[in-house]
């Protein structure tokens, strides 16, 4: 089991975006890349009990960080914002990488996913859905 994402449109559009650990994993190496430490923020602290950092809503991929990660959507309007995020920080994603994550494909793939998914979904002014 794991996490899929599709465009909603006339036709369906998507790929599966790995396990709900792996998209973890992912999420923080994309919030890393700018400077952000999902396990401090609020959402992620562990025990759920202890509050964390609150978002600012201004933060890059804050549409993506910040959501649900086993249901709910992104807005058109989300997407044309993660956009420039995804057309932004390409470099500085994969630059602060480790090594380990660089040779295993999956970080970069995924990165360029969502960038296709999103650029998609900006284009033809869809939904992407998570579940």
């Given at each position: 089991?794991?996490?899929s994402v599709s465009l909603w449109l006339e036709t369906d559009k998507g790929f599966r975006a790995?396990?709900?650990?792996?998209?973890?994993?992912?999420?923080?190496?994309?919030?890393?890349?700018?400077g952000i430490n999902l396990d401090v923020m609020s959402g992620f602290v562990k025990p759920e009990d202890v509050r964390g950092l609150p978002w600012t809503e201004k933060e890059p991929?804050?549409?993506l960080l910040n959501h649900s990660d086993c249901d709910g959507n992104?807005?058109?309007d989300e997407c044309q914002e993660l956009l420039e995020d995804f057309n932004k920080y390409r470099d500085d994603f994969v630059s602060s990488l480790s090594e380990e994550q660089k040779?295993?494909?999956y970080?970069?793939?995924k990165y360029d996913d969502w960038h296709q998914l999103i650029g998609d979904?900006?284009?033809q002014e869809g939904i992407i859905r998570f579940g």
């Open positions: 089991m794991g996490l790995g396990s709900y650990s792996g998209f973890h994993l992912w999420r923080k190496a994309l919030a890393n890349c700018v991929f804050y549409e992104l807005w058109f040779n295993y494909a970080y970069i793939e979904c900006v284009e």
